[in-house]
């Protein structure tokens, strides 16, 4: 088991910018890779960003490109999600996950453990 819990959503104006945290626990060896996922209300979950643990490469979402970076503190089993230039657009739950086999991946299939989420929301 892998406990997963969120830190860093609020309120932010559009154009402002917020960091997001994970901070992984329990059988963290086993975790190959770490992801961002985001839900707006009526809408399904998407894939926003992912990092492998080992040798820390990424994958994004077209839409984040240039304006998240997602990096890994492997001493402290956390991930962050820096996340600039914010639209009202990008309100919503945002999760993180871990996937225990294979390397990054957009689907939500490969993912093993999900934390709660945590709360963004940008006005206009």
Do not use: H
Request: proline residues 2%; positive net charge; charged residues 20%.
């Amino acid at each position: 088991q892998v406990q997963l819990v969120e830190s860093g959503g609020g309120f932010v104006q559009a154009g402002g910018s917020l960091r997001l945290s994970c901070a992984a626990s329990g059988r963290t060896s086993s975790s190959r890779v770490m992801g961002w996922f985001r839900q707006a209300p009526g809408k399904e979950r998407e894939f926003v960003a992912a990092i492998n643990w080992s040798g820390g490469s990424t994958l994004y979402a077209d839409f984040v490109k240039g304006r998240f970076a997602i990096s890994r503190d492997n001493a402290k089993n956390t991930v962050y999600l820096q996340m600039n230039s914010l639209k009202p657009e990008d309100t919503a739950v945002y999760c993180c996950a871990t996937a225990m086999r294979g390397g990054n991946s957009r689907s939500t299939d490969d993912y093993d453990y999900w934390g709660q989420g945590t709360q963004v929301t940008v006005s206009s």
